[in-house]
């Protein structure tokens, strides 16, 4: 019976997924802010954003946090935590392991799909490491990584997403893929390497790039997030 149930929970899962069209991605600065600020004690190491283009645009956002040293061993790894979130625009080959969802579990026990609060959720044990993923809305898969503390201290650190803020993101159509687009870099702790990169995909010109970016509200959006 419980097999049946999951595969049918699947069934619906995974058509919703499929059915969605791709939209431009959201700017670097836009997932930063809705990422977790630390907690005490926790200090940042990396905090950077990239929207790039492959197949489709993608943005990714990642911060790191080290925490203070358990213990008295001074050799010792301090705890760490990685965060990270990426917007496909619902494009299918930025979902990864939630395209196809299904719950299921490792014979070991060390992988585990599972839907938590109806949100598709992987949850995945090497080591000391845990990591723990979510895809929100059918667009946003968060994940968050750490090397102590296991499932507890990884489910504290996602609950200080802002899904809400991330559920805002606009939803802006793209009718045909641009000649070329900029990989734009944000770094918040070394704001002297954040930068736009123009990026051609054909012969297109510089001013073209900006045309079409406009048109396509890229631009727009870019300042807006800065604000």
Do not use: C
Not at 28 to 56: D, Q, Y
Not at 71 to 94: I, K, Y
Not at 190 to 214: H, M, R, V
């Amino acid at each position: 019976m419980r097999i049946v149930l999951f595969t049918a929970l699947a069934i619906l899962i995974a058509p919703v997924v499929a059915e969605q069209k791709p939209v431009l991605t959201a700017h670097p600065e836009f997932l930063l802010n809705a990422m977790p600020k630390g907690k005490p004690g926790w200090k940042a190491k990396v905090s950077r954003g990239e929207f790039s283009v492959g197949s489709w645009f993608m943005t990714t956002a990642r911060r790191r946090f080290e925490g203070p040293l358990l213990g008295e061993d001074a050799n010792a790894q301090p705890p760490f935590v990685d965060l990270e979130v990426v917007d496909g625009g619902f494009h299918p080959e930025t979902l990864g392991d939630f395209l196809d969802f299904k719950p299921d579990e490792s014979a070991d026990g060390t992988l585990r799909r599972i839907l938590d609060g109806g949100r598709p959720t992987v949850l995945s044990k090497r080591g000391e490491d845990f990591e723990l993923s979510i895809l929100h809305d059918k667009r946003f898969v968060l994940r968050v990584r750490v090397n102590q503390g296991g499932e507890d201290l990884a489910r504290e650190w996602m609950k200080m997403f802002d899904l809400a803020a991330l559920s805002s993101a606009k939803k802006k159509k793209v009718k045909s893929f641009p000649q070329s687009v900029p990989t734009i870099l944000v770094d918040q702790l070394n704001p002297q390497k954040s930068q736009n990169i123009a990026s051609t995909t054909s012969d297109g010109s510089i001013a073209d790039l900006y045309k079409e970016l406009d048109e396509l509200g890229l631009l727009d959006e870019a300042e807006e997030a800065q604000e």
